[in-house]
Nanobody, 119 residues
Framework: QVQFVESGGGLVQPGGSLRLSCVFSGSIFGLSHMAWYRQAPGNQRDLVARLYSTGTPNYADSAKGRFTISGDIAKNTLYLQMNDLKPEDSAVYYC?????????????WGQGTQVTVSS
């Protein structure tokens, strides 16, 4: 129902920056929020940042002050600017949207993009 194109991941040195992009499309009649999650090997998938349809963002403590989420609901796009990256930020980053599917709010996920922070 929802298709994603994620990009922007890669290998970066500690202290560097990356900008993740997500473009999604499909039958979208209502959107609650857009978000970025990440999952490192052996770990659960954790929220990094969320952007509500009102424009209000919130961040995981690990992302505050370093990451900025932005997006354009009208253009179905979502971004994550990541600065001062640390090795512990290494993970697969997933774009997430919660949309109205029938009468239920449903989460849809992108395919993920790998971020590796290493010297």
């Amino acid at each position: 129902q929802v298709q994603f194109v994620e990009s922007g991941g890669g290998l970066v040195q500690p202290g560097g920056s990356l900008r993740l992009s997500c473009v999604f499309s499909g039958s979208i009649f209502g959107l609650s929020h857009m978000a970025w999650y990440r999952q490192a090997p052996g770990n659960q998938r954790d929220l990094v940042a969320r952007l509500y349809s009102t424009g209000t963002p919130n961040y995981a403590d690990s992302a505050k002050g370093r990451f900025t989420i932005s997006g354009d609901i009208a253009k179905n796009t979502l971004y994550l600017q990541m600065n001062d990256l640390k090795p512990e930020d290494s993970a697969v980053y997933y774009c997430n949207v919660r949309i109205l599917s029938g009468l239920r709010w449903t989460d849809f996920w992108g395919q993920g993009t790998q971020v590796t922070v290493s010297s």
